[in-house]
């Protein structure tokens, strides 16, 4: 997203890192290119270890924090949103005031919110700081990346770059299993705690190795009345979808922040036509393959992240699986994103991006169809082929994004574009846990009450069963203490059938999301930037 760091770079000092291996002998290790790959990738692990770290902790959170449904998607929520917003201004922030200053501040910062979940006793606590997370984040990946471009030589770049997305292909992958081991035998505390030393040894690194780099035509002012409407906007949008279904679809409350949302993006696209320096210059959508991958980039991350939410209260409450456990069976699907990653590369290379994309996006919706087959019994076999099979679909789409969007970018503004495919995708991961929350809160409000009498049990209050529905939304049987055997028999399998027909709805509607997301693939093709931008595509 700060690929414009390469392309406005001046002085001598900015331009010595043509040659890094002949530089910086004497006086020590400053600037040296594959340290300071070491360097980012250490930072940068963490914030793609946090991704799928937390959604194995979940469930620990919500019962030792006796959190409700939507409290626990703001966890995830609240980190995706500070994140998304912030993206492109922290790439404008390090193109002002240099990548290594941003990248520090980023690092400490997301470490010491880390320490502060940890320490946390209440669920609004662990929001805020993921809040804080996810802005100390977008600070530290756009600065990571804009120093990998400044340092490394052309011809040696994209070996950099791949490097880096195994790194963070790796962190994603790990992030289950490490999580289910930190839960089981330590707590769920231990997931954010492991940041704090991790963020410790980049600190260090970086003060010891980064070489600080500043782009020529850096802006002089920015645009933070589009900061505040953006961010309004998304806050009013995703907060409208997560009390839907306690307020009601049709409550006045309900479509008043959607209303409000509405109103916020309109003049966010008001201002930014006007402003000089905007936060997204809207010039860029006139591109069509560019806006089909902004697009694109959306629907799969509703499809994907939307999805994923629920995976994890399937394995561990409903199947009743250790945390380790469920991480190892999470491998599957980011085992095959690191493997599906370089085929998917060669695939596009070969025959570029509108093919493999929309084959992974098919690929997608078949696998999420799948997994709106599964039931309370299906085995680890199934289950492994539909979470392998998806992330074998969603590779090309990782991969081949930044082709379509950076690539089809005028190069002065590839920066901005790397900055805007990477906020399409927060963006896209928070309304597509919001979306299908919603879908899946409706259907087991919906269902609870006819499943609950057609079991013979005692009819319960319509406290109770709003009480009883936020637990079967997350797979829990709300069996009251000193209930006898054979009714808390009854009472899991009614939760148990109802929370798998909720999953089984929210897969379907994945599943239409990413085939709507083949025809946009469709749309797509390579730009004329497109090989200036393939290293940006990882991150």
């Not at 409290?71 to 240099?98: C, E, H, M, P």
């Not at 009390?243 to 993006?265: D, E, M, N, Y």
């Not at 980039?297 to 995976?311: D, E, K, R, Y």
């Not at 930044?402 to 574009?417: C, D, F, H, K, R």
Request: proline content about 5%.
């Amino acid at each position: 997203m700060t690929s414009q760091t390469t392309i406005d770079t001046t002085g001598p000092e900015d331009e010595a890192p043509a040659a890094p291996s002949e530089a910086t002998p004497a006086a020590g290790l400053r600037g040296h290119p594959w340290l300071t790959l070491i360097t980012v990738a250490v930072g940068v692990m963490m914030v793609a270890l946090d991704g799928t770290i937390v959604a194995i902790a979940n469930p620990a959170i919500q019962k030792d924090l006796k959190a409700s449904f939507a409290d626990v998607q703001w966890i995830t929520n609240g980190y995706f949103l500070a994140l998304a917003v912030s993206l492109i201004t922290a790439g404008k922030l390090g193109d002002r005031f240099g990548h290594r200053q941003t990248f520090l501040i980023g690092v400490t910062g997301f470490a010491a919110a880390s320490g502060a979940i940890g320490l946390s006793n209440s669920i609004a606590a662990v929001v805020t700081f993921r809040v804080f997370q996810g802005l100390f984040g977008a600070l530290l990946m756009p600065a990571a990346l804009g120093l990998l471009r400044a340092t490394f030589p052309a011809e040696k770049l994209n070996m950099a770059i791949g490097i880096w997305g195994m790194v963070i292909g790796a962190s994603t992958a790990g992030g289950p299993i490490l999580g289910g081991v930190l839960v089981e035998h330590v707590n769920w505390q231990s997931v954010f705690f492991i940041n704090v030393p991790v963020g410790l040894l980049a600190l260090v690194l970086g003060v010891l190795i980064l070489r600080d780099h500043r782009a020529a035509n850096a802006p002089r002012s920015f645009d933070l009345l589009g900061i505040v409407l953006l961010s309004g906007a998304m806050f009013c949008l995703v907060w409208a979808l997560i009390k839907a279904p306690s307020w009601g679809w049709g409550s006045g409350r309900t479509w008043l922040f959607i209303a409000a949302s509405v109103l916020l993006f309109a003049f966010f696209a008001f201002w930014e036509a006007r402003v000089a320096q905007p936060l997204i210059p809207l010039g860029l959508f006139r591109s069509v393959p560019l806006s089909a991958g902004v697009v694109l980039m959306v629907l799969m991350a509703i499809a994907f992240m939307g999805g994923l939410f629920f995976v994890t209260f399937y394995l561990q409450n409903v199947h009743g699986m250790s945390p380790i456990k469920a991480g190892l069976h999470l491998l599957p699907l980011t085992g095959m994103m690191i493997v599906g990653s370089p085929l998917a590369g060669a695939a596009i290379t070969k025959l570029g991006p509108r093919i493999p994309l929309a084959g992974g996006m098919a690929a997608t919706a078949i696998a999420m169809y799948g997994m709106s087959t599964l039931e309370a019994d299906t085995g680890s076999g199934v289950m492994s082929i539909w979470f392998a099979l998806l992330g074998f679909g969603l590779a090309p789409v990782m991969v081949g994004a930044t082709e379509v969007i950076v690539g089809n970018a005028p190069m002065e503004l590839s920066g901005v574009a790397g900055g805007l495919q990477q906020a399409a995708m927060q963006i896209g991961g928070s309304l597509g846990t919001a979306v299908l929350g919603a879908v899946m809160a409706s259907k087991v409000d919906s269902d609870l009450p006819g499943n609950w009498t057609g079991a013979g049990l005692p009819q319960l209050t319509p406290a109770q069963l709003d009480k009883a529905s936020e637990a079967v939304q997350v797979g829990v049987a709300p069996v009251a203490k000193g209930t006898p055997e054979p009714i808390v028999e009854k009472i899991t399998g009614v939760a148990h059938d109802t929370f798998i027909s909720g999953m089984s709805l929210a897969s379907l509607v994945a599943a239409g999301v990413a085939a709507v997301a083949v025809l946009v693939a469709l749309l797509t093709k390579r730009g004329q930037n497109a090989e200036a931008g393939a290293g940006v595509g990882h991150i």
